[in-house]
């Protein structure tokens, strides 16, 4: 089986960093593109951004600029550095990704828990 799960979040101020991370664990054989979602009180779920498996990436107008995708194939990770933080990014996080099983062959989705970002002075 697979499992996702985000870590990293917590409580910033304004104007400071902080990095996520979404692992991906379990009997892998690829992952496709993995993208981060976030989620305030009372908000719909909007995508943050993408970053496929070579690397490209698309991140939304609300923080491009300010925040980075990366991926570490090897190790079945993504992250989400987000710098120059403003109280409007707080939400919960999450990744999802279709990944591959190495025992079937399938693709499935899957979503990670979710991780609260606070931003707040």
């Known amino acids: 089986q697979v499992h996702l799960k985000e870590s990293g979040g917590g409580l910033v101020q304004p104007g400071g960093s902080l990095r996520l991370s979404c692992a991906a664990s379990g009997s892998i054989f690829d992952i496709n593109t993995m993208h981060w979602y976030r989620q305030a009180p009372g908000k719909q779920r909007e995508l943050v951004g993408s970053i496929t498996r070579s690397g490209s990436t698309n991140l939304a107008d609300s923080v491009k600029g300010r925040f980075t995708i990366s991926r570490d194939n090897a190790k079945n990770m993504a992250y989400l550095q987000m710098n120059s933080l403003k109280p409007e990014d707080t939400a919960v996080y999450y990744c999802?990704?279709?990944?591959?099983?190495?025992?079937?062959?399938?693709?499935?989705?899957?979503w990670g828990q979710g991780t609260q970002l606070t931003v707040s002075s």
């Open positions: 999802n990704c279709y990944v591959r099983s190495a025992i079937s062959g399938d693709y499935y989705g899957y």
